[in-house]
């Protein structure tokens, strides 16, 4: 993948670059708003957006990708008392955010499932062993005989299966829940009570029980 990190603390953009370069990919730095704005124009695959820049709102980046309909995924990084900035980024069209501070390993896996998400969006189906699943119509199919499941729990599955054999936090879950502003604030409850429901549905409708329960941690989607 192609990133570009638009970061101002200088030890933190370090930190995610060097992190970003040891798993494998191509990525670039922008320390304020103006080398961001620039540098956006070589279409990157993700762009990992700090809205608090020196020189402006990192809000302008997402106006500019999303405007000019660049096929690139934005993660925002956010205090956690940002909220308001947090919900107009989404709502401008950003895909994702994360709340400081964040583990490393959290990063790169709304990093991979963005981009899945993205290139899933691009293939008519996706398959992993008995399920089958068709992003552009919401459906989801088991041995070809279709599953209802709610909008929640269809982008909960997908999500799960972007990220596969990868503990997922509690927290990371809940964020990538509530990533609809709407939605803001899924508690631990709420995301077991999703979960359950999936979970049971899938089960219900003849699936292997992929979803386990990595205790103390969260969960992992794995037919290991």
């Known amino acids: 993948m192609k990133i570009l990190v638009v970061e101002d603390e200088p030890q933190l953009a370090q930190s995610i670059q060097q992190f970003i370069t040891s798993e494998g990919h191509n990525c670039e730095v922008a320390v304020d708003l103006a080398s961001a704005l620039y540098l956006v124009d070589n279409l990157f695959d993700v762009i990992i957006l700090d809205l608090n820049l020196?020189?402006?709102?990192?809000?302008?980046?997402?106006?500019?990708?999303?405007?000019g309909n660049m096929q690139t995924g934005v993660i925002i990084l956010s205090a956690r008392d940002s909220l308001e900035?947090?919900?107009?980024g989404l709502e401008l069209g950003a895909d994702d955010y994360l709340t400081k501070p964040f583990q490393m390993a959290e990063l790169n896996a709304r990093l991979k499932s963005l981009v899945r998400r993205v290139h899933f969006k691009g293939e008519e189906k996706i398959v992993f062993n008995?399920?089958?699943?068709?992003p552009g119509e919401l459906l989801v199919k088991i041995n070809n005989v279709p599953l209802d499941l709610t909008k929640k729990e269809f982008d909960l599955l997908v999500y799960f299966i972007a990220n596969k054999n990868r503990v997922l936090t509690k927290t990371g879950i809940g964020e990538h829940m509530s990533k609809d502003f709407m939605d803001y604030?899924?508690?631990?409850?709420?995301?077991y009570s999703h979960i359950k429901n999936l979970r049971k549905k899938l089960i219900k409708a003849g699936c292997d029980d992929y979803i386990k329960n990595v205790y103390g941690v969260g969960y992992k989607f794995?037919?290991?």
């Open 130 to 134: 008995e399920l089958e699943i068709t």
């Open 54 to 67: 020196p020189d402006g709102n990192g809000l302008e980046v997402v106006k500019k990708v999303k405007g």
């Open 185 to 191: 604030g899924f508690t631990d409850d709420l995301i």
């Open 222 to 224: 794995t037919d290991a």
């Open 85 to 88: 900035n947090k919900i107009e």
